[in-house]
């Protein structure tokens, strides 16, 4: 009885928890020492691109058709796409690779993602230079010496050639930052060897100008003012805050490991997708009454019970679709609306037996432990299918790009397992709560006998 009613307790505060996360759009904890935020998180649903709209495109390893693509090189490829995308403020978006030299690319609610696309394949060559004594203006492109085997002091048009000290393979890392005066500037840490090469220059080179090089263009040439050996320092400049954001995601994600054309897009429009919604919408809630009447008629108090599971499985699952998040899609709401009829199956078994169990004169306290435990077997067998049946259509929504697969998988499986949760705990809990204090000679009917 006390393990009962430490479980009772702890669904109640999932319920309050669960309530406080749905009807919620941001969520914020603050320090109650400081009073700053310590946990500042967006749980709006997140809407896939069939439904709210934007461009999905198809990516390819920009090669000769002869010239084989490691897998490797397309997830890296696929990865530093996406680390761009996400910090360039390119919300929700998903990718995934197809095959062994494409990658599917969906930017929902975005109306003009070429720029975007355009953005992420720039491989921001960063070059520290060394200037000497003579200041260059950011904007002013140069001739540097990397990647040159024997570098001439000119070109042949009489263009200096610029020692490169250090390139941007040398980061750990880069982040934005404020100076004390507000402007926006990018710090960077440096690797173990970097550190001990940049430290040995900027100790010889002191007073003299060190430029730092995009894309051989002058972005900021600073005076070293003294020897850096820590292996930490900023990037000056003129910096918008995009501008900034922009050069520390170049940087932090580096050069693409292999060139990426876009060979196909097409755009979706967002007309469907709130229909779609709307549709889906009233689909799933005439399932839910439907279900609950059915509980409520068939197996009338157990079942009434069950349905109070039933809305405690839904809010459950919604609160995990918005804390993972997960990215709901059309096939994925229909993956959600599917596990709902689902979510009473384990229930249905466990009554039927209830009713035999009682038939048979057991107490309700006795017929309740007997019906899960015989039931458990079916109830166990059944979701382990479904949840085998998932994993496989996630591996190939994943494998091949197939996005509405994979999240019809997702949503299907986690309503599965939130469903045995809900027939396991939240439903066995609340009947030994409610029944165990009813006669059952009294109220027969109540139990559909």
Same mark, same amino acid.
């Given at each position: 009885?006390?393990?009962?009613? !430490?479980?009772?307790?702890?669904?109640?505060?999932?319920?309050?928890?669960?309530?406080?996360?749905?009807?919620?759009?941001?969520?914020?904890?603050?320090?109650?020492?400081?009073?700053?935020?310590?946990?500042?998180?967006?749980?709006?649903?997140?809407?896939?691109?069939? $439904?709210?709209?934007?461009?999905?495109? $198809?990516?390819?390893?920009?090669?000769?058709?002869?010239?084989?693509?490691?897998?490797?090189?397309?997830?890296?490829?696929?990865?530093?796409?996406?680390?761009?995308?996400?910090?360039?403020?390119?919300?929700?978006?998903?990718?995934?690779?197809?095959?062994?030299?494409?990658?599917?690319?969906?930017?929902?609610?975005?109306?003009?993602?070429?720029?975007?696309?355009?953005?992420?394949?720039?491989?921001?060559?960063?070059?520290?230079?060394?200037?000497?004594?003579?200041?260059?203006?950011?904007?002013?492109?140069?001739?540097?010496?990397?990647?040159?085997?024997?570098?001439?002091?000119?070109?042949?048009?009489?263009?200096?050639?610029?020692?490169?000290?250090?390139?941007?393979?040398?980061?750990?890392?880069? @982040?934005?930052?404020?100076?004390?005066? !507000?402007?926006?500037?990018?710090?960077?840490?440096?690797?173990?060897?970097?550190?001990? $090469?940049?430290?040995?220059?900027?100790?010889?080179?002191?007073n003299q100008y060190l430029a730092i090089v995009l894309d051989k263009k002058v972005i900021s040439a600073p005076v070293i003012q003294s020897p850096i050996t820590s292996g930490e320092g900023v990037i000056t400049g003129s910096f918008?805050?995009?501008?900034?954001?922009?050069?520390?995601?170049?940087?932090?994600?580096?050069?693409?490991?292999?060139?990426?054309?876009?060979?196909? @897009?097409?755009?979706?429009?967002?007309?469907?997708?709130?229909?779609?919604?709307?549709?889906?919408?009233?689909?799933?809630?005439?399932?839910?009454?439907?279900?609950?009447?059915?509980?409520?008629?068939?197996?009338?108090?157990?079942?009434?019970?069950?349905?109070?599971?039933?809305?405690?499985?839904?809010?459950?699952?919604?609160?995990?679709?918005? $804390?993972?998040?997960?990215?709901?899609?059309?096939?994925?709401?229909?993956?959600?609306?599917?596990?709902?009829?689902?979510?009473?199956?384990?229930?249905?078994?466990?009554?039927?037996?209830?009713?035999?169990?009682?038939?048979?004169?057991?107490?309700?306290?006795?017929?309740?432990?007997?019906?899960?435990?015989?039931?458990?077997?079916?109830?166990?067998?059944?979701?382990?299918?479904?949840?085998?049946?998932?994993?496989?259509l996630f591996i190939f929504g994943n494998t091949f790009g197939a996005s509405m697969v994979k999240g019809f998988s997702v949503t299907l499986a986690l309503g599965v397992l939130v469903s045995l949760f809900t027939a396991i705990i939240?439903?066995?809990?609340?009947?030994?709560?409610?029944?165990?204090?009813?006669?059952?000679?009294?109220?027969?009917?109540?139990?559909?006998?």
């Open positions: 009885m006390r393990n009962r009613n !430490g479980w009772l307790i702890g669904i109640v505060l999932l319920i309050i928890f669960s309530l406080w996360i749905d009807l919620s759009k941001n969520i914020v904890i603050y320090n109650p020492f400081n009073n700053t935020p310590i946990v500042d998180r967006d749980v709006n649903i997140k809407l896939g691109l069939d $439904l709210r709209g934007g461009l999905q495109a $198809l990516l390819e390893a920009d090669v000769p058709a002869d010239t084989s693509v490691s897998a490797e090189e397309l997830t890296n490829a696929k990865n530093i796409l996406q680390n761009r995308a996400n910090a360039l403020g390119v919300s929700e978006i998903t990718m995934q690779t197809a095959g062994d030299r494409r990658i599917v690319a969906e930017f929902p609610g975005i109306t003009n993602p070429e720029e975007v696309v355009a953005a992420l394949k720039q491989t921001a060559l960063l070059e520290f230079v060394d200037m000497g004594t003579t200041p260059v203006a950011a904007g002013t492109t140069i001739q540097t010496d990397f990647g040159i085997e024997s570098p001439a002091a000119t070109t042949e048009t009489g263009e200096i050639i610029y020692n490169t000290v250090m390139t941007g393979a040398g980061l750990q890392t880069a @982040s934005v930052a404020r100076s004390e005066t !507000g402007q926006y500037q990018i710090a960077f840490s440096l690797k173990g060897d970097a550190t001990d $090469l940049f430290g040995e220059y900027t100790t010889t080179h002191t918008t805050q995009e501008e900034a954001q922009t050069l520390a995601v170049q940087l932090r994600s580096g050069a693409l490991p292999i060139p990426i054309k876009v060979v196909q @897009s097409r755009t979706v429009g967002a007309t469907l997708g709130e229909e779609s919604i709307r549709k889906s919408t009233q689909a799933g809630i005439i399932g839910m009454v439907v279900v609950i009447l059915f509980m409520a008629f068939n197996y009338r108090m157990p079942g009434v019970i069950a349905d109070l599971a039933l809305i405690c499985y839904a809010l459950f699952t919604l609160m995990l679709f918005k $804390l993972i998040p997960v990215t709901l899609t059309l096939p994925g709401i229909a993956g959600f609306i599917l596990s709902v009829g689902m979510a009473v199956d384990a229930n249905v078994l466990i009554f039927e037996r209830l009713k035999e169990e009682l038939r048979a004169g057991r107490n309700l306290r006795q017929a309740i432990d007997l019906a899960w435990s015989r039931a458990w077997s079916s109830i166990r067998d059944s979701n382990t299918s479904t949840l085998i049946t998932s994993a496989i939240v439903t066995r809990t609340f009947l030994h709560t409610v029944l165990d204090r009813i006669k059952l000679a009294e109220h027969p009917r109540w139990f559909g006998l």
